[in-house]
């Protein structure tokens, strides 16, 4: 065994190694691996006859053979880091994004006044301890008209024509059929709720009259109630939603569920009260309907007239959203056009 030899071995690996392009497999410098330092390998079994040689040439073959092996390792680990590298810039290059290209542009939906108007409100009224309600669209006549003491022949009923399935079962006129059900579910305890829904009348559609529209009514029933917690719950809830400065007024008016009836008028936003072209000279606008709960509904419902009392009210969600936001005509709300809906917030 001679040096010689040796450098010849190492001299054979380095330019193999070197001889690989940067691009090549990792698969050819593996085979290079086991071509020089395997166990098989020459120089390997250079290393195993060691013991048969004398101590000093023990020592010199020795130190050689560990000095070339470990130039072999130093130049593949090299080698391998500049494979992986030039495999990595590569990956880097075939997947680099383009980021001057213009984007897709995502639309995002916009909230459709109506959801908005009727979230405020629902909020509001949570905010005052009341509980969310609803009920079935289709009813029957004894809940959508008798339980709330408008009897077949009653006039009111012309009032809220329907469209009817059968001589008892109708698409449901307003939302206090669903009080209706409350009431005889509460079984004569005191009830706080609202009943948001659609409601559906015989009605030519026009800039403000739809078929089908959307309700909010609200119930309260307890002992001690009396139109004064009426009139502040209506204040406190038309303040929240359309300012502070507004004047709430109550005028006399006829619903046969509740005794007495009001309507409930907010003062103008652009004259605040004087009187103008868009409040049509009253000073005011007409924005809800509501009473004192008719001692006849809380009979029929399981209330004792003489021990309880309540007050109920009604609002039209798209009458709310046209006046808080000025919109010119209903039908724009059910119609979706991406045009008006921008104009509002975009939904969270
Ligand atoms: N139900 C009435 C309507 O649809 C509104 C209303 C509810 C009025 C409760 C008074 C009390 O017009």
């Known amino acids: ?18 001889d690989l392009k940067n691009d090549a497999p990792m698969s050819d410098l593996i085979d290079i691996k086991n071509r020089y330092l395997a166990k098989k390998s020459e120089l390997m079994s250079i ?6 040689l004398d101590p000093k040439q023990r020592k010199n073959v020795g130190q050689k053979v560990n000095d070339v092996k470990r130039q072999i390792v130093d130049a593949i680990d090299t080698k391998q880091k500049i494979i992986e590298k030039h495999a990595l810039n590569q990956k880097l290059v075939n997947e680099k994004i383009d980021i001057s290209l213009p984007g897709k542009n995502y639309i995002s939906g916009y909230t459709n006044p ?4 009727k979230k405020e409100i629902t909020n509001i009224f949570l905010n005052m301890g009341y509980e969310v309600v609803e009920g079935p669209e289709v009813e029957s006549d004894h809940n ?3 339980l709330l003491n408008i009897p077949k022949d009653h006039p009111a009923r012309d009032m809220q024509d329907s469209f009817w399935f059968d001589p008892n079962t109708l698409l449901r006129t307003h939302t206090s059929a669903v009080q209706a059900h409350a009431m005889q579910e509460a079984n004569g305890k005191p009830l706080r709720i609202i009943c948001p829904g659609k409601v559906y009348r015989r009605d030519n559609d026009d800039a403000t009259h739809s078929h089908q529209f959307a309700q909010i009514e609200g119930l309260l029933i307890d002992k001690n109630i009396n139109m004064g917690h009426l009139k502040a719950t209506l204040e406190l809830f038309l303040r929240r939603l359309f300012g502070q400065d507004r004047q709430i007024r109550l005028r006399s008016s006829f619903f046969p569920f509740t005794e007495p009836s009001v309507e409930v008028d907010i003062s103008c936003a652009n004259c605040h009260g004087k009187g103008c072209p868009m409040c049509k000279g009253s000073g005011y606008i007409e924005i809800l309907g509501g009473g004192m709960v ?3 509904v809380l009979k029929m419902n399981g209330y004792d007239p003489d021990v309880y009392s309540g007050f109920a009210f009604g609002l039209g969600i798209e009458r709310i959203a046209i006046l808080k936001y000025g919109i010119d005509d209903i039908r724009r709300i059910y119609t979706n056009d991406v045009r008006f809906l921008h104009q509002f917030k975009k939904s969270d």
């Open 1 to 18: 065994m001679n040096y010689e030899n040796l450098d010849q071995i190492l001299n054979r690996a380095l330019k193999q190694i070197d």
């Open 114 to 117: 109506f959801f908005i108007i």
């Open 47 to 52: 290393l195993a006859t060691l013991g048969s």
């Open 144 to 146: 959508n008209f008798e």
């Open 294 to 296: 008719h001692p006849n």
